[in-house]
């Protein structure tokens, strides 16, 4: 006769282990110590077998019979329940051991060892500022897009927009990475492609002649920083990009030849750059050599083995008067202008701006070909910002 639940707990220990059988093979073990078992007897290959299922009533009578019903199915198939639930268990630590901060780590140390260190750098610092708190510890196949989805909204809502869109690449990337070695079934964040819309991108503008005389004028009487003051002559007049000039060394420069060699590696296309030194952009560095005697020319005050940042130059654009306008600004300031000119073949400005081509061998050809030109329109951009306010000398500070 089947059991009920007024059965099981009235049932009482004896001086010996009582069974009371419900069917099926299952059956509730009472032992002399008051616990109550839950057991599943069956054959394999003619050998009776016993397979524990709990105890009661953690596990109830309900409960058990789903159970015995998992474990016969697992009979009928002529596997051990208890190999089955070894396997599950064993596989289920694995799984433990996957868990999304590992596999992370070792895709940025594996899978972003060919990018720069400060790339990696960025990956590993923003995941554990936004995706380790949440996620780090779940396995892999745990996290679903319900997850993935609560990360980016976060990050979305306090106005980190553009980085909520990279989490989501890199996060995906990470799946993809668990998906190769077998460690994740699927990629949660590719669903999740276009949840978070891109705010409309503030374009690089360029200024008009009474903007170049505006920001001229103020950057002559500003008192801040004699090196902040260098940058921001030399920022429009070499017009790269804004890291590019922040984070140079001295051991990238001839300025007996005019020439600033930037590397590959400090490059956005990861492809060396040359920019030619106009007379005027030479004086402003030998005079800044004499200032920072270090490796780099454009040292933090407050940690002087760091380039400053670009806060401080768009913050000094602001007490300049300059509201609105950016550092990266200046690119489009010079394109603008020596396209409008029509003295220059674009090929020569998109050389100097440092834009790909797309054939590596044209590329190199045409990075040699057009020094010269290059020589040449550096120093006419160079003499025409010139006559909007020299830079005084310090003397003359």
């Known amino acids: 006769m089947p059991l009920t639940d007024v059965k099981i707990r009235q049932a009482k220990p004896g001086a010996a282990a009582l069974k009371l059988t419900d069917g099926g093979g299952l059956y509730l073990e009472v032992r002399p110590n008051g616990s109550k078992l839950w057991r599943y007897r069956y054959r394999i290959a003619g050998k009776e077998n ?5 105890a009661y009533p953690q596990v109830t009578l309900a409960d058990a019979r789903a159970e015995r019903d998992v474990a016969r199915e697992h009979v009928k198939a002529g596997r051990h329940p208890s190999h ?5 268990k064993a596989q289920q630590l694995a799984e433990n051991r996957n868990t999304f901060k590992a596999v992370a780590e070792e895709w940025i140390n594996e899978r972003l060892a060919a990018r720069t260190e400060a790339y990696r750098r960025q990956a590993r610092r923003v995941f554990e500022a936004e995706v380790y708190p949440r996620i780090g510890r779940l ?3 745990e996290i679903t897009a319900a997850h993935v ?10 106005g980190a927009t553009a980085y909520a869109l990279l989490v989501r690449q890199w996060i995906s990337a990470v799946f993809r990475f668990g998906v190769a070695t077998l460690r994740a079934d699927a990629d949660p964040a590719a669903a999740l492609k276009g949840a978070i819309q891109r705010k409309p991108v503030n374009h690089s503008k360029p200024m008009a002649e009474a903007d170049l005389a505006k920001f001229y004028r103020a950057l002559a009487d500003y008192k801040g920083h004699r090196v902040t003051v260098i940058a921001l ?3 429009p007049m070499l017009f790269t990009r804004t890291v590019e000039l922040r984070c140079a060394r001295w051991s990238e420069f001839d300025l007996d030849a005019a020439l600033w060699e930037i590397p590959a590696e400090r490059m956005k296309m990861r492809r060396k750059h040359l920019v030619p030194l106009p007379r005027q952009a030479v004086d402003l ?12 020319l454009f040292p933090g005050l407050r940690h002087p083995d760091k380039p400053i940042s670009a806060t401080t130059l768009n913050r000094a654009l602001e007490y300049l008067g300059m509201e609105g306008w950016h550092c990266h600004d200046f690119r489009a300031t010079a394109s603008t202008h020596l396209y409008e000119s029509g003295r220059w073949r674009g090929e020569v400005i998109e050389m100097q701006l440092a834009h790909v081509e797309r054939s590596s061998t044209r590329a190199a050809y045409n990075h040699a070909q057009y020094l010269e030109d290059r020589r040449a329109m550096l120093q006419h951009w160079g003499d025409y910002l010139w006559t909007f306010a020299p830079c005084p000398s310090p003397a003359a500070r």
């Open 50 to 54: 016993v397979f524990a299922l709990g």
């Open 84 to 88: 089955v639930r070894q396997t599950e």
């Open 149 to 158: 989805l609560d990360i980016l909204t976060r990050m979305s809502k306090r």
């Open 285 to 296: 560095l030998r005079e800044l050599r004499r200032i920072t005697a270090g490796e780099l």
């Open 139 to 141: 396995p892999m196949r």
């Open 233 to 235: 002559y030399l920022l």
